[in-house]
């Protein structure tokens, strides 16, 4: 999981988010965090018979015992990747990331606190 863990290590470095980041689920001993999962893409394309331009899908959860710090981290992530062009994280290049259909509330409860989630498509090379 390189690129996965450059896009989170690039995450981290350039937004202020508040809250620790994991991968595939959240954190039990951490009430207020996000977590990233990586989710089935259309697959790879190649480009030009020399580079692999790989293709996938991931989801970005937001959970914060706070319901407006859980809407203000999601409109930070969904602002940042709603179209991300052209830059590298760690080693990999990322081409493009897209976030068309901006983040949406998933829950709200007295355990869980407030789930925000957002969905980005990824082209990257590594």
Same mark, same amino acid.
């Given at each position: 999981m390189g690129w996965l863990e450059d896009l989170? +290590?690039?995450l981290?470095? &350039?937004?202020?988010?508040?809250?620790? %980041?994991f991968f595939e689920t959240f +954190?039990?001993? &951490?009430? +207020?965090c996000i977590c990233i999962i990586?989710?089935?893409g259309p697959g790879n394309k190649h480009v030009s018979g @020399?580079?692999?331009l790989k293709? &996938?899908?991931i989801g970005i959860r937001i959970r914060n015992q706070d319901e407006a710090t859980a809407e203000q981290q999601a409109e930070t992530l969904s602002d940042y990747l709603e179209l991300k062009t052209s830059f590298w994280a760690g080693n990999t290049w990322f081409k493009r @990331?897209?976030?068309d259909s901006g983040f949406?509330? %998933?829950?709200? +409860?007295n355990v869980n606190g407030t789930i925000y989630s957002l969905n980005c498509y990824v082209e990257f090379e590594e």
């Open positions: 989170k +290590d690039h981290e470095g &350039a937004l202020t988010l508040g809250s620790p %980041v +954190d039990n001993k &951490a009430p +207020d990586h989710q089935s @020399i580079k692999t293709r &996938a899908e @990331i897209s976030n949406y509330h %998933v829950s709200t +409860d």
